[in-house]
């Protein structure tokens, strides 16, 4: 039984860091934030068996962006849309800074009400911090009848730190390109007096 629980823990580890690592490629070849947010969604759902993952950008007044998608519902919560936040753990992570874990029947309000309805019964949130500030959150659903062992939010937080260098990576470069043009604005304005 040991062997067995032994190798069945390797396998689940190599599992992890293959996918971390298909993840980190991306971000390492500076692939468009939309691709590393939708590909964390993705391999989140296929590491811990769930159907359902969401990758939200926190806005201002407690909403948020939906940036990444994988899964059920799918006409819910599309690419895009600006959700307003209710108690669950996206809002719960906004407001810590920390992970959360919460159970939809044990909450009021429209969202959780919704949730249910649709066959989900809890979600696992972790923060996504860039720059020391909460950025957004990486949320995994889990349908009625399944569960989610008490290390998930540390194999969650894995992804969410790739996610986070990916963003500060696309700011970078932008900040780095709005750099550039002014040095080459300021070149070609200098160089423009001079012939005057």
Same mark, same amino acid.
């Given at each position: 039984?040991? !062997?067995?629980r ?6 689940r580890?190599?599992?992890?860091q ?6 980190a490629?991306?971000v ?10 939708? #590909? ?9 068996? !769930?159907?359902?993952? %969401?990758?939200?950008?926190?806005e201002?007044?407690?909403?948020? /962006?939906? @940036?990444g ?6 006409e &819910?919560?599309?690419?895009?849309? %600006?959700l307003?936040? &209710?108690d669950?753990?996206?809002?719960t ?8 874990? !919460? ?7 429209q ?6 309805? %649709?066959?989900?019964?809890a /979600?696992?949130? @972790?923060?996504?911090?860039v ?5 957004? *959150?990486?949320?995994?659903?889990? +349908?009625t009848?399944?569960? =989610?062992?008490? &290390?998930?939010?540390?194999r ?5 730190? =790739?996610?986070? =260098? *990916? @963003?500060a #990576?696309?700011h ?6 709005a750099s550039?043009?002014?040095i080459i604005?300021? /070149? ?7 012939? +005057?």
């Amino acid at each position: 039984v040991t !062997i067995v629980r032994d190798f069945t823990e390797q396998r689940r580890a190599e599992a992890e860091q293959a996918a971390l690592r298909r993840v980190a490629m991306l971000v390492a070849k500076d692939a468009p934030p939309e691709e590393v947010f939708q #590909s964390v969604t993705e391999e989140v759902c296929r590491l811990l068996g !769930i159907r359902s993952a %969401l990758l939200l950008r926190f806005e201002e007044a407690e909403t948020a /962006s939906v @940036v990444g998608k994988y899964g059920e519902p799918y006409e &819910e919560f599309m690419l895009g849309s %600006l959700l307003r936040l &209710e108690d669950g753990a996206a809002l719960t992570v906004l407001r810590t800074g920390a992970p959360a874990r !919460i159970e939809y029947r044990e909450l009021p309000g429209q969202l959780a009400a919704q949730m249910l309805e %649709l066959g989900f019964h809890a /979600s696992v949130g @972790v923060p996504i911090v860039v720059g020391g500030v909460v950025w957004g *959150a990486l949320i995994a659903a889990m +349908r009625t009848g399944t569960t =989610l062992p008490l &290390e998930t939010e540390r194999r969650l937080q894995g992804f969410a730190e =790739l996610v986070a =260098l *990916a @963003v500060a #990576s696309a700011h970078t470069r932008n900040e780095l390109a709005a750099s550039r043009l002014r040095i080459i604005e300021a /070149s070609d304005a200098e160089r423009r007096r001079l012939e +005057r």
